[in-house]
């Protein structure tokens, strides 16, 4: 079975800086999809970026970018410019491709306080 | 863009009682998850259907059942409701073949 772990259960930033959020997983399939999800307070879950494991190069959406080491099974969140409204919990989830087991697997959670 | 539509958003019960939560997917979408959210928790996957069959199952109490319509909407019904049910209920659709997951807004449901 598939595992994500999120070792980090808070993290804090200064306005306008950069932050990253680690996230590994353990699977024996070859090939996935990985995103980080964003919940604010009103705890709507926001999808924050995807990566599918087949692409060797890294996503990137605006200010927010992944590392993605598909060899050593991790997918950590850079967060560049860090804004007010970043302050949220933010979860690492993994798919699985196949058909009828495709649920998201997600992480613990990392607990993102951002300071002005 | 259409979204994922979920009622109640919000619905208070007392233990022992029934309380039943209902999802509206996006069109066309085929596949209908249900997750639970607990507070201070991950959300935690209950249960999905494909083409209104169910296509996997995860820790779904007994109490808990769920189905989908032949207009793709889905409920889940919870019975004997007990003080650790309260949590979020989030619903999610996806298309087949996409990457696309879409959640809902949730239902907050409180036993009391």
């Known amino acids: 079975a598939q595992t994500v772990t999120q070792s980090q259960p808070e993290m804090s930033v200064q306005e306008a800086e950069t932050v990253t959020l680690s996230c590994t997983y353990d699977?024996?399939?070859?090939?996935?999809?990985l995103f980080w999800y964003k919940q604010p307070p009103s705890r709507q879950m926001i999808l924050v970026i995807r990566q599918e494991a087949y692409k060797q190069q890294n996503a990137t959406e605006n200010r927010f970018s992944v590392n993605f080491q598909k060899a050593a099974k991790s997918f950590s969140l850079k967060i560049s410019d860090s804004q007010l409204g970043d302050a949220a919990m933010y979860f690492c989830a993994y798919r699985s491709l196949h058909h009828n087991t495709d649920k998201l697997i997600f992480g613990t959670g990392t607990r993102l306080q951002v300071f002005p | 863009a259409a979204g994922v539509i979920q009622s109640p958003r919000h619905l208070i019960k007392e233990k022992r009682e029934t309380a039943t939560l209902k999802c509206y997917p996006i069109p066309r979408h085929d596949t209908v998850y249900w997750y639970q959210q607990g507070p201070g928790q991950d959300p935690q996957f209950l249960i999905s259907f494909y083409e209104k069959m169910q296509s996997d199952k995860g820790s779904i109490p007994d109490r808990f059942s769920a189905q989908q319509f032949s207009d793709y909407h889905s409920e889940l019904n919870m019975s004997s409701l007990e003080l650790g049910d309260s949590a979020l209920y989030f619903c999610?659709?996806?298309?087949?073949?996409?990457?696309?997951?879409?959640f809902g807004s949730g239902t907050r449901l409180t036993v009391v």
């Open positions: 999610a659709s996806s298309q087949t073949g996409t990457y696309g997951y879409t």
């Open positions: 699977t024996s399939e070859s090939d996935y999809y």
